[in-house]
């Protein structure tokens, strides 16, 4: 596995650092909350973003996308970390499309991966169903009858689901509620009858949804891959969002540590700049020492999407975990080394808290994945 980019690889990341910083800074994400925005993204952004292929990068050429892959998407999302830049591009590029990629039919792929691809419509993955990440915990049902199937029940936290043209829910056809045998994943137009759909605005001042399913009637064509085997495809889909986020997060690690510097640098108590009291040089030095291996984890976790998927699993489950623990680290040396003010709304310190927190619990927080690569490993 190479630990260094290419020269296609630094153009790319290099071209989104100078994109987002300019059409997505921080201040765009405070504009979103303090306006209460109806669709807590610019429509603008996302259709600057589709022009400059990033709905297309991590999609195969023959479905109308570039087939860079997830070491460029992981880059992407990296750089969009440092600016805590909102977008669908996560619920909609990495969990709608690799759900449809890895078990959608040929027809489905042919239909549907290419409107994804030129950003023309937006995803949400339907999974959770309580406070905490349990995949496999599943109660909403999805009754077989002669003209499809009906589904009755209710998904929480939803991300992007109040704005998402289409949703792929994860449902129950067979078994009990805490067994991965008998989950299905099907594809629903978000405007079908009996969808009851509510925002929630998070603590990141991010987008997620509760929505409630009452008699929804879909077609038999809405299955994604075999009837009762979807969970092996939702794995799949997970772990790839999972090592996105991850590097969402190494992104914000990298900003926060930056800006945590810079301060030190510049403030002073008692005639000197603390950035020479040897306490702090110490805190800072187990940051930088922290971001450094999850730069290493992350590398290889996006490289194992594209060439290694046998190590997919375990490798989620490494960079989540890790970087779970390490954005939590930094945004807390952040807050405390910036003193009064960083518990303020004045600095961008506590956006970057906030956005940590609420990364951590998506599909997992540090815990579940800990478990989860014992279990893996056979312990």
Known sequence: MALVLNEEQRILKDSAREFLQENAPVEALRKLR???????????????????GWTAIAIPEEFG???????????????AGHTLAASPLFSTVVLGASAIELGGSDEQKNSLLPAIAAGEVTYALALEERSRHAPNFIELKAEQNAEGYVLNGLKCFVLDGHSADKLIVVARTSGKSDEEEGISLFLVDAETAGINCTRTIMLDSRNAARIEFTNVAIPADALIGELDKGFAILDQVMDRGRIALAAEMLGGCLEMFQRTLEYLKEREQFGVKIGTFQALKHRASIMFTEIELSKSVILQALTAVDEKPEDLARLASLVKARLCDTFQLVTDEATQMHGGIGVTDDLDVGLFLKRARVAMQILGDAAFH???????LGY
């Open 34 to 52: 303090d306006q209460s925005d109806p669709t807590g993204y610019s429509p603008e952004l996302w259709q600057k973003m589709a022009e400059l």
């Open 65 to 79: 996308g570039l087939e860079f892959g997830y070491l460029g998407l992981g880059l992407i999302f990296e750089e």
């Open 370 to 376: 800990k478990d989860r690569y014992a279990t893996l």
